[in-house]
Antibody, heavy 122, light 110 residues
Framework: EVQLVESGGGLVQPGGSLRLSCAAS????????MHWVRQAPGKGLEWVSA???????YYSGSVKGRFTISREKGKNSFYLQMNSLRAGDTAVYYC????????????????WGQGIMVTVSS | QSALTQPRSVSGSPGQSVTISCTGT?????????VSWYQHHPGKAPKLLIY???ERPSGVPDRFSGSKSGNTASLTISGLQTEDEADYYC??????????FGTGTKVTVL
């Protein structure tokens, strides 16, 4: 079964760091663009970051310079290292896989994790 | 990058059609045909409904359709069903290889 499972969330103080993990099953994360999307309490979805198959990385303006997306060789997972956390980063974080069909890959996300809560508070 | 603008809520009776608009700018919806739509039941993972403005992944009912005109994309749900009650989000590829989601629309089935 194709599946994504997030881990590593929790409560952290402002200015602190947290590393989210997203473990994949049923496919290889190295073969697809992978994304992080978040949803603050009572708010809508917000795109956070993407990791291309070539290791290229992309970030929203609100996290650029503070967050780092990465993969690790030998592990079918990818990560989001979050530094200098702020109250505004409080959200449910989802990892997601780019949608691909037999005609190619597209700018859309078809497999999502269930999400993990990150709370930034003193 | 500002969020794409969607109506906060739309509603309809079972069997009716509803349309959700998604208004962006020339830096996202207006220039790229990479608009996707997602259905999100609270507490669950979002589900992809539409990609490339109007394409449906296999398994998505043809009751869901997408279109675009200028800076505004639209999702139409035809033959509304009770299970369609959820939050809906549009998303567009944007300049500088970023993505922007819409503000979200709550669909209520009366």
């Amino acid at each position: 079964e194709v599946q994504l499972v997030e881990s590593g969330g929790g409560l952290v103080q402002p200015g602190g760091s947290l590393r989210l993990s997203c473990a994949a099953s049923g496919f290889a994360v190295s073969s697809y663009d992978m994304h992080w999307v978040r949803q603050a309490p009572g708010k809508g979805l917000e795109w956070v970051s993407a990791l291309g198959t070539a290791g290229d990385t992309y970030y929203s303006g609100s996290v650029k310079g503070r967050f780092t997306i990465s993969r690790e060789k030998g592990k079918n997972s990818f990560y989001l290292q979050m530094n200098s956390l702020r109250a505004g980063d409080t959200a449910v974080y989802y990892c997601a896989k780019v949608f691909c069909s037999n005609t190619g890959c597209y700018d859309a996300l078809d497999i999502w994790g269930q999400g993990i809560m990150v709370t930034v508070s003193s | 990058q500002s969020a794409l603008t969607q109506p906060r809520s739309v509603s309809g009776s079972p069997g009716q059609s509803v349309t959700i608009s998604c208004t962006g700018t020339y830096s996202d919806v207006g220039i790229y045909n990479y608009v996707s739509w997602y259905q999100h039941h609270p507490g669950k993972a979002p589900k992809l409904l539409i990609y490339n403005v109007s394409e449906r992944p296999s398994g998505v009912p043809d009751r869901f359709s997408g279109s675009k005109s200028g800076n505004t994309a639209s999702l139409t749900i035809s033959g509304l069903q009770t299970e369609d009650e959820a939050d809906y989000y549009c998303c567009s590829f944007a300049d500088s290889y970023t993505y922007v989601f819409g503000t979200g629309t709550k669909v209520t089935v009366l």
